[in-house]
């Protein structure tokens, strides 16, 4: 398999470990490998945009990468400079060739680099991420408008210039790229996702759970490593071969009820439903969406936990707070706001010592409320115990 695994690797910039866990899957197929991998879908957005300040006499370039996978901007690069060389790249230019040749202005006399790192940090800046992740709501047709303004409002804060001249395209790469990139590159700013899918997705397949009202579980109290029992939908042809290779079709090609581990259960805030991404091989997932009540077939495992695992609440889209933290960290802050965020720490003892004088004397309340109850009951009895005599 060192062969086969091989031409993975060198041509497609996957890990040894999941080269062997792929060619394993397709039972040692190289060109199914190649097929699904060929199929890996393009869930990150690189943002390459360049522009002018007039005012500070500077050239600059930034490239900003959105994860579909995560659902967060996660990395940031800016090159700022005043050769004006800088400004005759070509925005057209591949996202690869791009990066080299604007980082090769951050190594000259001419590197503005407190800007540069200042303008990074203004864009990923916790206030900021998650209104760069309302503009990729539709993943087609994500806001290039909104995204445009946003970028040449961040740059304009920190250059303190609205006379900016600015330029923005977009492209759409696989995560493999993304991930060899972002593992490789010593520059720019990054965002550490919180734990989601822990594996790369390279296919997501459209499903469909089996319900089971009678017997079944409710959704919302399957977790990470429960099976579900779910029937492939998806027509694509890359869809038929991964079905075919997990029995999820029979020899006339109807779908067939299938088991798929959950990768990730999360409830929508918006719609209360439970967003389901079952796991069927390496980088191979299915996703559905359904209400928390409805009742599904799980398979049944040895020391299955009784109550799922207690899910911490969501923050600023999709990130962690050691993410958060190193973003808040990156000295963008003005003093003001660093005070402000200090205060925001201790005011929480007032607030807690509140709501525990508030439950204490409710608490007196209930104390009064019975014994007043009590003390009539008591007369009551007494009255029917006389004039009952």
């Known amino acids: 398999m060192a062969v086969e695994s091989q031409i993975l690797i060198s041509n497609y910039g996957v890990t ?50 959105y994860n579909f996978q995560f659902n967060i901007p996660q990395y940031v690069f800016c090159a700022l400079s005043g050769d004006i060389n800088l400004s005759r790249i070509r925005i057209e230019t591949d996202w690869r060739d ?69 330029k923005l395209s977009a492209a759409d790469i696989d995560v493999f790229k993304f991930n060899t990139f972002l593992s490789n590159t010593k520059i720019g700013l990054k965002i550490i996702p919180k734990q989601g899918i822990k594996e790369v997705m390279m296919v997501n397949l459209r499903i469909d759970p089996v319900l089971a009202p009678i017997g079944g579980i409710d959704i919302e109290r399957t977790y990470v490593g429960d099976e579900i029992l779910v029937k492939i939908l998806d027509e694509r042809d890359i869809a038929r071969y991964i079905a075919d290779l997990i029995g999820g079709r029979d020899d006339s090609g109807i779908p067939r009820a299938v088991w798929g581990r959950i990768a990730n259960n999360q409830k929508s805030q918006e719609t209360g439903n439970n967003l389901i991404n079952l796991q069927f091989g390496p980088g191979l997932f299915g996703t559905f969406s359904i209400g928390s009540k409805v009742r599904v077939q799980i398979k049944e495992r040895e020391n299955r936990p009784e109550q799922p695992p207690k899910q911490t609440g969501e923050n600023n889209a999709g990130l962690d707070e050691e993410a958060m933290k190193q973003i808040r960290d990156i000295g963008t802050m003005t003093d003001g706001q660093k005070n402000n965020d200090t205060a925001g720490m201790y005011s929480q003892k007032p607030l807690d010592t509140a709501a525990k004088q508030k439950k204490d004397k409710s608490a007196n309340l209930y104390k009064i409320i019975s014994l007043v109850v009590m003390v009539l009951a008591i007369v009551i009895i007494l009255i029917l115990v006389i004039f009952g005599t």
């Open 16 to 65: 040894e470990e999941f080269a062997n866990n792929l060619l394993l899957f397709t039972k040692n197929d190289v060109e199914g490998a190649i097929r699904i991998l060929e199929a890996a879908e393009r869930d990150v957005v690189v943002l390459k945009a360049k522009f002018i300040s007039s005012k500070k006499m500077v050239y600059g370039s930034v490239v900003l990468f």
């Open 98 to 166: 791009f990066i080299q040749e604007i980082t090769r202005y951050m190594e000259g006399k001419e590197a503005e680099f407190e800007l540069a790192s200042r303008i990074e940090g203004e864009i990923l800046s916790p206030e900021n991420v998650p209104y760069i992740t309302s503009s990729f709501i539709d993943k087609k047709n994500y806001d290039m408008v909104n995204l445009k303004r946003f970028l040449l409002n961040c740059i304009s804060k920190v250059l303190l210039d609205s006379q900016i001249v600015f």
